[in-house]
């Protein structure tokens, strides 16, 4: 994976877990406070056309993060000048952050690229400054995962990060540092490998694919929203 300003993240919908039938091991767990589910809600702003009776949020997340598997084929992070709000760039040529943003558009009808950049206006001396930016960027804040970490932090969504499998449910969001030092998004899948550890949806540098690749690199955030 290709290092650029327009790796993301964000976060996913909190639902019930497939591990309660997985014996897990509970004692590698990290102390983190729990979500501030106030702070959560007010981030979830879901479409009119979403029924009540439509599929749980977490079902919405990872079935539209995995639509686009087999049609981004590519991974290029260069700059592009999007619309504001609801910018968005060919299926083709997504990186990391890109599957995020789609999906939590698609099955949400949340725009983070208009989220983070009003959170970046209000508070642009508490996000990453790595990029020598005087004032926030609508065309590519949303796609860098430093600053979505930040975002999520900011609204009270980060969670522990463990080595326990059950802890990941489906279409959570989890960073982890990728070889030599780049950051990287992933949303966690409803399928798990033959041991229960869940799989991953993600754009590592060939494409959008759905693999089991959780712990492979090491992990730097974790973090889920409450939708009602």
């Known amino acids: 994976m290709k290092s650029h300003p327009c790796a993301t993240l ?24 729990p979500p501030n589910t106030d702070e959560a809600n007010i ?7 979403i029924a009540e009776q439509a599929p749980p949020a977490s079902s919405r997340i990872v079935s539209a993060a995995r639509s686009p598997v087999g049609k ?3 991974y290029d992070p260069s700059y592009v000048c999007l619309d504001y709000p609801g910018g968005d760039l060919p299926i083709e040529k997504w990186v990391c952050s890109d599957v995020v943003v789609r ?3 698609n099955a949400l009808g ?26 926030p960027d609508p065309n590519i804040d949303h796609r860098r995962v430093p600053n979505l970490k930040r975002y999520l932090e900011r609204k009270g ?43 991953v949806i993600h754009n590592i540098g060939s ?14 955030g974790h973090y889920r929203i409450n939708v009602r």
């Not at 509970?26 to 406070?33: E, L």
């Not at 960073?175 to 490998?193: F, G, Q, R």
């Open 110 to 135: 949340m725009d983070l690229q208009k989220l983070v950049h009003e959170d970046m206006k209000a508070a642009f001396s508490k996000y990453p400054q790595t990029w020598g930016l005087s004032k």
């Open 72 to 74: 981004t084929t590519v």
């Open 207 to 220: 494409g959008t694919k759905e693999e089991d690749r959780l712990f492979e690199f090491p992990l730097t």
């Open 43 to 49: 981030l979830v702003h879901p479409s009119p056309g």
């Open 157 to 199: 969504l980060l969670i522990a990060v463990t080595k326990t499998k059950c802890d990941y449910l489906p279409g959570d969001l989890v960073t982890c540092t990728a070889p030599p030092n780049l950051p990287h998004l992933m949303i966690v899948s409803d399928k798990n490998n033959r041991d229960g550890v869940p799989l």
């Open 10 to 33: 964000w976060l996913v919908g909190i639902l019930s877990s497939s591990c309660l039938l997985i014996d897990c091991d509970q004692s590698d767990k990290a102390t983190a406070k």
């Open 103 to 105: 999906a939590f558009r």
